[in-house]
């Protein structure tokens, strides 16, 4: 693992989440424990349903759970504020979802420029923040070109750039190859090794592409709502 340190980036400690449904309580994660640390790259695998896009929601604190610890860079985050928590979002984490979600009216540099001033980044900086993380997935050529006319792999490649243009720490990646073929899922885990690589961000992947999981440091499954370490990949 390139760049690991001794202190992980996040800890996660008996993680709970339940949802209700007519009134009962329906269990997704059961206790869950995981450590993350920089210059890392996770895999999180199981079947849809498991709770892959939970837990990624939590760790991204779009969604609270119902019990447990979470610490990033040793500060329980489940403690901030609402308005710590958007900060935390904005400057520590970089989603990158399935659907890319990218604004289809708008350009690439627009799609890049709106995190930017979510974040209330100087406008005297964005341009080079936009071309710096365009650049790292080859694609500073399409800076003014229409999300809309973009093929589904240019379209990931724009929301991996998006997720960098904040600089996070860490990377939150939910099924991020589950419309591309094989040539562009190499191209995306490429693109992801190297800004693993270079910047010290750490990734954490759900997924159910096999060649996905086996480019990262560490692999789980998760099943029962809990985290099951792959037999074949690197332990800490």
């Given amino acids: 693992m390139n760049g690991l340190k001794k202190n992980p980036l996040l800890e996660v400690e008996g ?10 309580e329906i269990p997704v994660l059961r ?10 790259k996770v ?12 837990l990624l929601n939590i760790l991204g604190l779009l969604l609270p759970p119902t019990a447990g610890r979470y610490a990033f860079r040793g500060r329980d985050v489940l403690q901030l504020t609402r308005t710590e928590q958007a900060h935390f979002r904005r400057s520590q984490v970089g989603f990158i979802f399935q659907s890319c979600d990218l604004l289809e009216g708008s350009t690439v540099r627009e799609n890049l420029e709106y995190p930017l001033v979510y974040a209330d980044v100087p406008r005297h900086e964005r341009a080079q923040r936009i071309s710096e993380s365009l650049g790292v997935v080859g694609l500073s050529h ?8 973009l093929s589904g792999g240019e379209k990931q490649r724009v929301a991996v750039a998006r997720a960098l243009v904040n600089r996070p720490r860490i990377i939150l990646a939910d099924e991020p190859t589950g419309q591309l073929d094989r040539d562009n899922t190499e191209k995306m885990m490429d693109y992801f090794s190297g800004i693993v690589e270079e910047r010290g961000v750490s990734l954490v992947v759900a997924t159910h592409n096999n060649l996905v999981a086996e480019q990262c440091d560490r692999i789980y499954h998760l099943r029962n709502g809990l985290l099951w370490p792959d037999d074949h990949s690197e332990g800490v």
Wanted: net charge negative.
């Fill in 15 to 24: 993680l709970v989440r339940h949802y209700l449904e007519k009134d009962s």
């Fill in 31 to 40: 206790g869950l424990d995981l450590n993350v640390f920089p210059g890392e």
């Fill in 43 to 54: 895999a999180i695998m199981g079947p849809s349903g498991s709770g892959k896009s939970t």
């Fill in 142 to 149: 399409l800076l003014n070109h229409a999300a809309s006319h």
